[in-house]
């Protein structure tokens, strides 16, 4: 089964495939903004195709940190600003916006260029971020009890990790809880099948299911909307495999 996933590129290493010249080129939407203290290198726009991260635009930076792109999608979708720095080696590198037709604008710092961005222009990013919040609530306290169990397995106390263990286990439960209902209650936003697609894809089927079915028109109709409806597709062709094998 090809799997159809969006996950964060942040931890792993990018393939750029192509990079086409930017010169004259126009597009739906426009992405513009600066880099604080980030003064020569390679600024990249990219995008997720077939399970590939792949430079879709470039420019080389050198004295002036400001950018713009410009590049054409046919509903929101996220998109990667890339930072390369050059001989610089850092995990620190990427920053996911939901893009919407439109002007969008990001300004952050090359010190921390994930966590200072800040994003301005699309309503589908704020409506992300939104569900990013809640999803940290969750995944902070998880965070921290994963800290806890391993001191408590160094200290050889069992029963002490076991129990940590549970509660974890039980906060994992309320991670799909908390993305499911927030699907659902965002069906009239792209950000409801990309949460289906990046952070429930080893969900139960029904769960796709429900997500799926509750969509409005335009956004099932929408590029991830119909790469859920194809992923679900997929997920119940192979659940029917396996079932046939254990007859």
Do not use: W
Not at 82 to 107: A, K, W, Y
Not at 108 to 120: M, S
Not at 140 to 147: G, S, T
């Amino acid at each position: 089964m090809k799997k159809i996933l969006y996950t964060s590129f942040l931890a792993f290493g990018l393939i750029f495939v192509s990079c086409q010249d930017k010169a004259n080129k126009q597009g739906n939407v426009t992405l513009k903004g600066s880099v604080k203290g980030f003064k020569q290198g390679k600024l990249y726009l990219a995008q997720v195709q077939d399970t590939t991260l792949v430079a879709i635009d470039s420019l080389i930076v050198d004295g002036n940190s400001d950018f713009s792109f410009s590049t054409t999608i046919e509903s929101p979708e996220v998109l990667y600003l890339t930072l390369d720095r050059g001989h610089t080696t850092s995990s620190d590198n990427q920053i996911p916006i939901f893009m919407e037709q439109g002007e969008i604008e990001v300004h952050t710092t090359l010190k921390k260029f994930y966590a200072d961005a800040k994003i301005t222009g699309s309503t589908t990013q704020t409506t992300y971020e939104n569900y990013l919040k809640t999803r940290s609530l969750i995944t902070d306290r998880q965070n921290e009890l994963f800290v806890d169990i391993f001191a408590a397995q160094k200290d050889s106390n069992i029963q002490k990790a076991d129990s940590l263990v549970k509660v974890s286990e039980r906060l994992t439960i309320r991670k799909y809880l908390n993305a499911v209902n927030f699907a659902l209650n965002h069906k009239d936003s792209e950000v409801a099948p990309y949460i289906a697609l990046s952070d429930l894809y080893d969900a139960n089927t029904k769960f796709l299911d429900t997500i799926y079915n509750s969509l409005d028109q335009k956004v099932a109709s929408s590029k991830y909307g119909q790469q859920l409806a194809q992923y679900i597709q997929e997920r119940k062709e192979l659940d029917k495999e396996l079932l046939q094998e254990q007859e």
